[in-house]
């Protein structure tokens, strides 16, 4: 089953690029097959789905200057908004981006099942048309 996150368009740019290779989040989709789902993005502030990538790992870790040393180039985001978001858990989750892609034409939020707004973590979902 696809999921759909939202991200601003920095950071898209940089997973497209493949300059962030690893996605941090509090939790990860329980019912995600990395073999055949793709990670879909809403572009923050649009009701845009703008790309889709594929995690090939989610990597579990409960020590977060330990990811930032290990991992920090490819998370690829500020030190102190690192410090911030992970201050508010106890536990992360690395996914591991492979096969990023820009949609070669965006697609309205709507044209997934069931969704109405942008979601905060992620929402699990299908592609309505195609």
Known sequence: MNIIITLPSDLIAAIVSRRKQIELRK??????????????VIEKGTKNVVARFRVIHFQKNDEPLKIWHTNGRQIWVDFNWFVKYTSTAKVYYLWHISEPEYLEKPLHRGAFFGLSCNPQSYVYTRLTVK
Do not use: A, E, L, T
């Open 27 to 40: 939790c990860f989709p329980k019912h995600f097959n990395r073999v055949d789902d793709w990670v879909y």
